[in-house]
């Protein structure tokens, strides 16, 4: 049979039903507005004082499940989760500057059981503060201390938030081990090993090495005094609303043991991203429910594609997929189609799109012809089914309706250059409401659109109102450097940009509406373009939290992941407001977002923790409902 770029059907090398007997068969929390059960516990959650604390997590797993229920207290201290299976339970209770509080229970499904429990004072609580808490308590009384602040948090927070570094203490020698190796250690996901080489981050980080290591030794030495602590405030209204379901993933070396450890106890301080539990990367629910999971980085080789989860069960299905070299596909984005069907592409330079049929199991690959660059960061489709994957130094297109064209030496293939050269990386993608495609060309801070009736390419700069205030702490030595390495302009990385960049990343565009959503990860800025005009807007986040992905829901609101702060982040554009959900796990490193318009839910791979985490929304009558059934 003759092979060819049109269509490989692969059936699965190995659907490894992985986690079938572990997994119980029993759903973790269906929305309030669909329960027909009553609520499965509720309780009141106090300080040593006896006062009710509002906005305190408050998390259940069953003895037989792999993956936690968390809720938030209300204005009262009372927290209720929705209905619960039957079985022996774990519960805790989670607040920064508390110590956990923790018990056991056992459920039997038809009754709300009852349980209170007390937060006693932590009085060493730095383990449990987030990214964000730590920049914030960092001292920037003068020039150089915000100098320092700004490099630390665009080029040493690419792989972890600041809570992984900053929980620790070091003399200057010691910083300035770590700094070192952190800019010569280049991690190769592929095969386990480290590879010396110097990438941008590393350049950047090796001109500050010496600086860096004084700096922090100075606020986080074995003598530094202490510093002021700034815990967030506890969450509020809509967003201790919210019902997060985090289901861990097993090990990819071994399918039915667990991470040790994933950010879950706040007391232990942030995952690390070990033992296998680095490089979750996407994660899309399908027209049925279910969520497909992409891993992108491996602590060691390993042999799975895509993990399937169904939500109500909390069962994983892992599938292996072989190239046209017979080598396993690994892949790193995901989309879906307007008829339904998945989207992912083979990481590997020179490799294929991939097509699932959720419903079927059925993958289907299409080859890229090598002329058509390599396949980067991001995937999209347009309303006629067009694929869009970012491509070196623009956008290529797949076109299954095209894939018979015998006039062309590439049926279905597609390649759209962008204006600028610059390094060549394009990171995000999107088509808009007019099907025209929208990309960010990230190391030189713009965004490119192309109009698909016209074929021209326009680009937009990302400099935000702060911009020049930032680049003006920058030194003389250190600007001359910055251009030496082609900073901005043509220099490769796969790090961070120099520090008062902007950096768009992986942008999304209001499919109902007339907007692009832009993602500034180095600056913690949301630009809205309009898609017509063209103006730019931009929308600062109430904190620096590292936006790295935003997605838009069929009400138009956008949300935005939230990494140095283990949040998600809602921004209604009708009212102009952030509204800041925090995770129950800390350490999280999410690279992205997407909402399922079907169920209203929104779901969140964490990168570093192994784990993804689905987020329910309940309204106010919703809860008060709840409250009443709880107490009846």
Known sequence: MKKSCLVIILGVLAACAFMATAQPQRSPAPAPSHEVAPPGLTGTIRDAAGKPLNGVVVSARASDQTFTTSVYTDDHGVYVFPHLAGGNYKLWAQSTTFSTARAELTLDGSRTANRDLTLKPLANFEAQLTGVEWYDSLPDGNVNQRRMKQVMYVACTGCHSLDLVL???????????????????????????????????????????????????????????????????????????????????????????????????????????????????????????????????????????????????????????????????????????????????????????????????????????????????????????????????????????????????????????????????????????????????????????????????????????????????????????????????????????????????????????????????????????????????????PIPVHPYKTTVDKQHNVWADAALADAVFKFTPATQTWTMYPLPTHGCSSRHISFDDVRGELWLPCDQADKVARFQFRTAGEMRALEAAATH
């Open 167 to 541: 929980q620790n203490k070091f003399n200057e020698a010691g910083w300035n081990a770590i700094v070192r190796s952190m800019a010569s250690g280049t991690f190769n996901g592929w095969n386990g090993s480290f590879d010396k080489t110097t990438s941008w981050q590393g350049q950047i980080m090796s001109h500050h090495t010496d600086e860096l290591a004084k700096y922090l030794a100075e606020v986080r030495g074995p003598d530094s005094p202490p510093l002021a602590l700034k815990p967030l405030s506890r969450p509020t209204g809509e967003a201790a609303r919210v019902v997060i379901t985090e289901y861990e993933l097993p090990i990819a070396e071994r399918a039915n043991e667990m991470p040790w450890y994933t950010g879950t106890d706040w007391m232990l301080g942030p995952s690390t991203g070990m033992h296998g539990t680095v490089g979750v990367h996407d994660v899309l629910a399908d027209a049925a429910g279910n969520a497909w999971i992409t891993q992108s980085r491996f602590t060691f080789e390993t042999n799975r594609t895509v993990v399937k989860l169904d939500p109500k069960t909390g069962q994983m299905k892992a599938f292996k997929l072989a190239g046209a070299d017979g080598k396993t596909i690994f892949v790193d984005q995901i989309t879906a189609d307007p008829a339904g069907d998945i989207w992912m592409h083979d990481k590997d330079a020179g490799g294929s799109v991939v097509r699932i049929n959720p419903a079927t199991e059925t993958f289907t690959l299409f080859p890229m012809p090598r002329p058509m660059g390599q396949m980067l960061n991001s995937m999209d489709a347009d309303s006629k089914g067009r694929i869009f994957l970012n491509a070196h130094n623009g956008i290529t297109e797949f076109n299954p309706a095209e894939q018979n064209n015998k006039n062309s030496a590439y049926p279905g293939w597609h390649l759209f250059q962008q204006l600028t050269p610059g390094d060549g990386v394009t990171y995000g993608i999107s088509a808009d409401a007019d099907d025209n495609l929208w990309w960010s060309e990230s190391y030189v801070d713009k965004v490119a659109k192309r109009d698909m009736k016209t074929g021209k390419v326009y680009e937009l700069d990302m400099r935000d109102s702060d911009y020049d205030a930032r680049k003006s702490l920058a030194t003389p030595a250190d600007l001359e450097f910055y251009e030496s390495i082609g900073g901005e302009t043509w220099s490769g990385a796969t790090g961070s940009p120099v520090p008062y960049a902007d950096m768009p990343r992986r942008l999304a565009a209001d499919k109902n509406g007339n907007t692009v959503w832009v993602p500034n990860w180095a600056q913690s800025t949301v630009a809205e373009i309009d898609i017509h005009t063209m103006k730019v807007t931009y929308h600062k986040l």
